[in-house]
C-alpha cells in the first residue's frame, strides 16, 4: 500500500502541468502514517525542495509535520528548508510559509538550527526577518548570539523590524540571567536612544525596554549609586508622558507605576508644573544616564491626570 502510494505521489508529479493539491494529500497521507518507513519519507522530502510546482507554504507545511512526528529526521528537514531559503528568494509568501516552521522549528543540533536562524535573519526578505525576531526564543540560538542579532537590528531602517528587535530584547532581559553591567548598560542606553524614534510603534516598545533594562541597570549596582540610577530611570520615562502619541503616554505611564524607587523630590515635581526648586543632581544622574534636565519631570502626573480627564470628557 505504501509503495502504491508513493509511486501514484510520484506519477502525478510527471503528469502535473499546473499546481495541484492531489499530490500533496497524497504525500500528507503517508506522513502522518506512522507506520510509513524512513526511506520513503525521505524520497518525499527530497521531492518536496526540489519540484517548483509546489507552493511554499505548501512545502513547509508538509516538512514541519515531518520534523513534528519524525524528530530523527530533523536535519534533513532543516537542510532541505535552509536550501529553499537560499534557491527561492524571490517567491513573496516565504513569510507566512516560515510561520509554519517557527510554529515548530526542527529539533536538530543546535548549530544547524542557529545557522539557519542567521541565515534567513540577514537574507534579503524583510518579513521573514521581522516573523523570525518575533519568534527568535523558539529556535535554539545562544543568549550572547541573539543578544548580539537583536541589538543590531533595532537601526534596521523598517521600523517593524526595530520594533521587533526591541520585544526581541525585553524577552530576553526576563529570560536570561545577564550579569554583564556593561552589556546592561549598553541595552539600557540603546532603548533610551530610540525614545526619541520617528515612529510611533518603535517609541511605545522603547519605553517597555527602557523599563526593564533600567530596572535590571539599577539591581546590577552597589548601593551608592543605585539611587541615582533609579532617578535616572524615573525622569527618561517621565520625559515621554508629553508624547504626541496618546499610545506612546499610556506606555509611559505604565512603566512609571512599576518604578520601584524614586527620590522625593522628583515625586514632588511630578505634581507641579512650575520648578520647584533649582535643584543640581549629584551622581550619574549629570553623566550619561542623564540626558535630560529635571524640567522633564514637571508636572508629569498632571499630564496623566489631564489626558485621563479628556478622554473621558470625549
Known amino acids: 500500500m505504501e509503495q502504491n502510494l508513493l509511486s501514484n505521489f510520484e506519477q502525478s508529479l510527471k503528469t502535473l502541468t499546473k499546481p495541484s493539491l492531489k499530490p500533496l494529500s497524497i504525500a500528507r497521507s503517508l506522513i502522518v502514517n506512522p507506520s510509513t518507513t524512513d526511506q520513503t519519507i525521505s524520497s518525499i522530502i527530497q521531492t518536496l525542495s526540489t519540484n517548483p510546482n509546489f507552493h511554499l507554504h505548501h512545502i513547509t507545511t508538509l516538512l514541519s509535520e515531518i520534523s513534528v512526528a519524525r524528530p530523527h529526521l530533523s536535519p534533513t528537514v532543516t537542510a ?8 527561492r528568494p524571490d517567491i513573496p509568501p516565504r513569510a507566512a510559509a516560515l510561520s509554519t516552521l517557527v510554529s515548530s522549528p526542527p529539533a536538530s543540533d543546535p548549530e544547524t ?3 539557519l536562524f542567521l541565515s534567513l535573519c540577514f537574507g534579503a526578505s524583510v518579513p521573514v526577518r521581522h516573523r523570525l525576531l518575533l519568534d527568535a526564543e523558539k529556535f535554539d540560538v545562544r543568549p550572547s548570539v541573539l543578544l548580539t542579532v537583536l541589538l543590531g537590528f533595532t537601526k534596521d531602517p523598517y521600523p517593524y523590524v526595530r520594533k521587533g528587535a526591541l520585544d526581541g530584547l525585553i524577552g ?13 548598560e549598553g541595552c539600557y542606553l540603546r532603548g ?5 524614534d520617528s515612529e510611533e510603534c518603535v517609541r511605545c516598545s522603547a519605553v517597555r525596554m527602557v523599563s526593564e533594562w533600567g ?3 539599577v539591581a546590577n549596582n552597589d548601593d551608592e549609586s543605585r539611587r541615582d540610577l533609579s532617578d535616572a530611570l524615573y525622569v527618561q520615562l517621565c520625559s515621554m508622558v508629553r508624547d504626541m502619541s496618546m499610545n506612546v503616554r499610556v506606555e509611559a505611564f505604565n512603566a512609571l507605576g512599576k518604578a520601584e524607587t524614586a527620590s522625593q523630590y522628583l515625586l514632588m515635581q511630578t505634581l507641579s508644573k512650575r520648578v520647584l526648586e533649582e535643584n543640581k543632581i549629584s551622581g ?3 553623566g550619561k544616564h542623564f540626558r535630560l534636565q529635571a524640567l522633564s519631570v514637571a508636572g508629569a502626573f498632571l499630564h496623566g491626570l489631564e489626558d485621563e480627564f479628556y ?3 470625549s
Open 215 to 217: 530596572k535590571l541597570l
Open 113 to 115: 538550527t542557529e545557522g
Open 192 to 196: 533610551v536612544e530610540l525614545l526619541s
Open 284 to 286: 550619574q544622574l549629570s
Open 172 to 184: 530576553l532581559c526576563n529570560r536570561v540571567v545577564i550579569g554583564d553591567g556593561g552589556v546592561i
Open 311 to 313: 478622554e473621558k470628557k
Open 80 to 87: 532541505a528548508l535552509r536550501s529553499l531559503s537560499l534557491t
